[in-house]
């Protein structure tokens, strides 16, 4: 069972940067797509962006582009999202998840953004 945590939440003033980090924990070998999504209050989750091995093909919701950036580093197992020139509706919990079959959900963690 793929078991995610991530890290790097907290409040920050619109415009600043902040990095969220997942650690992935699963037995070696096994690839699959990573991502963050986000549920901002009063809203359903929405995928943020998701990176799919193994050419590392990515995907930006529009909101984001240009702003956040996903990586990957398979030998730590983590999955990076850097974000960028925050705006106060980026406020939400941010999730990480991996598409392992079955998927797995990390428990979300709180970015604050104020104006």
């Known amino acids: 069972q793929v078991q995610l945590v991530e890290s790097g939440g907290g409040l920050v003033q619109a415009g600043d940067s902040l990095t969220l980090s997942c650690t992935v924990s699963d037995r070696p070998g096994r690839v699959y797509d990573l991502g963050w999504y986000r549920r901002a209050p009063g809203k359903e989750r929405e995928a943020v962006a998701i990176i799919s091995p193994p050419s590392d093909r990515i995907i930006y919701a529009d909101a984001v582009k240009g702003r956040f950036t996903i990586s990957r580093d398979n030998n730590k197992k983590t999955v990076t999202l850097q974000m960028n020139r925050l705006k106060a509706e980026d406020t939400a919990i941010y999730y990480c998840?991996?598409?392992?079959?079955?998927?797995?959900w990390g428990p979300g963690i709180q970015v604050t953004v104020s104006t």
């Open positions: 998840y991996a598409a392992s079959h079955p998927g797995a």
